[in-house]
């Protein structure tokens, strides 16, 4: 891989990293809001209580692409939807 691919990959994967985090902020997936929660009295926000899950996503760059990735458990169901036993 040459190094201006590298770079762009790196700023890239700083950038978006970035905005994965403003997220959390703004409690919205870009412009699409998250649901609201639908047990009432939980504690935070539906995807923010402890904090867990924003610290723990990571990129990587692998070839000529970007890997996003998280060691939270519970991060696929929120991501992609399921049942909770």
């Known amino acids: 891989?040459?190094?201006l691919l590298k770079n762009i990959l790196a700023d890239l994967r700083v950038?978006?990293?970035d905005e994965f985090d403003r997220n959390?902020?703004?409690k919205a997936f870009f412009n699409r809001p998250w649901p609201e929660r639908r047990a009432p009295g939980g504690r935070g926000s539906l995807l923010v209580v402890t904090g867990r899950m924003r610290r723990s996503l990571r990129c990587?760059?692998?070839g000529g692409s970007?890997?996003?990735y998280s060691?939270?458990?519970y991060f696929s169901?929120?991501?992609r939807g399921g049942t909770v036993p």
Request: net charge negative; aromatic share 10%.
């Open 71 to 73: 060691d939270a458990a």
């Open 15 to 17: 950038e978006t990293l």
């Open 60 to 62: 990587r760059v692998s």
């Open 77 to 79: 169901l929120h991501n």
């Open 66 to 68: 970007l890997s996003f």
């Open 24 to 26: 959390f902020t703004r």
């Open 1 to 3: 891989m040459n190094d």
